[in-house]
């Protein structure tokens, strides 16, 4: 979703990715570790930026830092059982420590923040990266809700806590969504596909395909330099695909899921 300029927390692997990485280091979005000891200073020099940004800014912050997988449902289940959290269904447990920077240190110059809840409708194909670079097409729902910064609490506790919350509700909602294929009573509105954006994609391809013909009007290629060419990109392409083949959450890394402690079973059953 491009909203004006969006900027994003990813990591640190993703600028080595052909093409779609460099542009989202030319964008300036923040690579991050995901070690809070390592990411911390990056965040805060990142915020510090966004200070001053001369245009209006979109920050997209994913709590949950990690892609969803059945394997990493089920280790945030164990997980909030332990610990006594409400268990989840449809979500992860949310990782506040960087949602607790974010709110902290742009409190000052951000005004709103909208929680967007995101679901696939029944018998409908799940949107991937490789179906947006050839062209196909998928229908998601979304649900918006806008809360004003200063009506967050102040202390680091109490805006982590509004995030467990938030997920709480979200995960009831994509529960709800999953039976009912809608997120409750609201109209769903279709907003179709944004002229705005074809107009952009057009301008570009034209701006690509009149500078190849300039160079090539004025640069003599051999056959051989044309076919070394093509067979560059076509490796760069093969390579992009395969990078987001084996970038996909089935291939992320299972998370780590503790062994059973027989004396704990032993002691539960008494």
Not at 22 to 44: H, I, Q, V
Not at 199 to 209: A, E, K, N, P, T
């Amino acid at each position: 979703m491009k909203l004006a300029k969006t900027v994003s927390w990813i990591r640190e692997i993703l600028p080595f990715m052909q093409v779609l990485g460099w542009s989202m280091w030319f964008s300036g979005f923040l690579f991050l570790e995901r070690t809070w000891a390592k990411d911390e200073n990056t965040l805060k020099s990142g915020f510090e930026g966004l200070s001053d940004y001369p245009r209006p800014f979109w920050l997209a912050l994913f709590v949950e830092g990690t892609r969803f997988t059945m394997e990493k449902l089920l280790a945030a289940q164990e997980y909030a059982a332990s610990a006594g959290f409400p268990v989840p269904r449809n979500v992860l447990i949310p990782r506040t420590k960087g949602f607790v920077a974010a709110v902290t240190h742009l409190r000052s110059f951000v005004p709103v923040i909208y929680n967007i809840t995101l679901a696939i409708p029944k018998n409908e194909p799940r949107p991937t990266l490789l179906r947006l670079i050839r062209g196909r097409s998928s229908v998601v729902h979304l649900h918006i809700e806008r809360h004003l910064m200063q009506e967050l609490p102040v202390s680091d506790s109490d805006i982590a806590q509004w995030c467990k919350d938030i997920f709480v509700a979200k995960d009831a909602l994509l529960e709800h969504h999953l039976a009912k294929d809608t997120f409750g009573n609201k109209q769903c509105i279709n907003i179709g596909r944004p002229k705005k954006s074809l107009l952009v994609v057009l301008l570009w391809s034209c701006f690509l395909i009149f500078g190849c013909v300039k160079i090539f009007q004025w640069c003599t290629f051999s056959w051989g330099e044309i076919a070394f060419c093509a067979v560059f990109l076509a490796l760069i392409m093969i390579l992009m695909q395969i990078l987001i083949v084996f970038s996909q959450s089935e291939h992320s890394t299972p998370p780590k899921i503790s062994q059973p402690d027989p004396l704990k079973d032993v002691l539960l059953q008494k």
